[in-house]
């Protein structure tokens, strides 16, 4: 199984800095013959589902605002939030599924400092 | 828009049956892989099945094969989960979702259902 190891678990911003989490997997999630990052990032605020955010490690979703982006391929990904509003407030998981089983990383803890 | 609505949750004692429905919507689902992915209470997320469009291919996290079996009716555009043998560490919310527009292959999670709540205890 691919390990999906985020960090930090948690960490506090003040608002409208940049927040920044990484995300690393076991082994390459870069497939050559699509050219592709089988890498997704998803928000989960308290009480609802997960939301997703980005897809092949830097598209974002439709309706994401541009304050998220992603990057990275291979093995090591991140999730910057340019300018934290206190509607990101969240946990975030990075995602691969470049194969079953899908595995999450284990979240990483956004608050406002 | 896309809709995913589970049904099913409840409180089971350990070694019961359950079985979970998703009622779908907002699309053409028999075009869609569909999975289930749960979260036990303060913990993070679990991917536990798929099932790809045309039903026939399916596969399982490790912790729930040989015990959980998920299926489709295209003709009702609903995803089932059949959960036997229940344990106390199943239970979780379980999210019905859909993947995303790749156009076949492998997909990211594009759609989340609410979720529905599974709690295994005596």
């Known amino acids: 199984d691919i390990v999906m190891t985020q960090s930090p678990d948690s960490l506090a911003v003040s608002l409208g800095e940049r927040a920044t989490i990484n995300c690393k997997s076991s082994?390459?999630?870069?497939?050559?013959?699509?050219?592709?990052?089988?890498l997704a990032w998803y928000q989960q605020k308290p009480g609802q589902p997960p939301k997703l955010l980005l897809y092949w490690a830097s598209t974002r979703e439709s309706g994401v605002p541009d304050r998220f982006s992603g990057s990275g391929s291979g093995t090591d990904f991140t999730l910057t939030i340019s300018g934290l509003q206190a509607e990101d407030v969240a946990i975030y998981y990075c995602?691969?599924?470049?194969?079953?089983?899908?595995?999450f990383g284990q979240g990483t803890k956004v608050e406002v400092k | 828009q896309v809709q995913l609505v589970e049904s099913g949750g409840g409180v089971v004692q350990p070694g019961r049956s359950l079985r979970l429905s998703c009622a779908a919507s907002?699309?053409?689902?028999?075009?869609?892989?569909m999975h289930w992915v749960r979260q036990a209470p303060g913990k993070g997320l679990e991917w536990v099945a798929v099932i790809w469009s045309d039903g026939t291919t399916k596969d399982y996290a490790d912790s729930v094969k040989g015990r959980f079996t998920i299926s489709r009716d295209n003709s009702e555009d609903t995803l089932y989960l059949q959960m036997d043998s229940l344990r106390a560490e199943d239970t979780a919310v379980y999210y019905c979702?859909?993947?995303?527009?790749?156009?076949?292959?492998?997909?990211?999670?594009?759609?989340w259902g609410q979720g529905t709540l599974v709690t295994v205890s005596s």
């Open positions: 907002g699309f053409t689902f028999r075009n869609y892989a």
């Open positions: 995602q691969q599924y470049y194969g079953t089983p899908w595995t």
């Open positions: 082994q390459s999630v870069f497939y050559s013959s699509t050219n592709k990052n089988y």
């Open positions: 979702a859909r993947d995303g527009y790749c156009g076949g292959g492998s997909c990211y999670v594009g759609y």
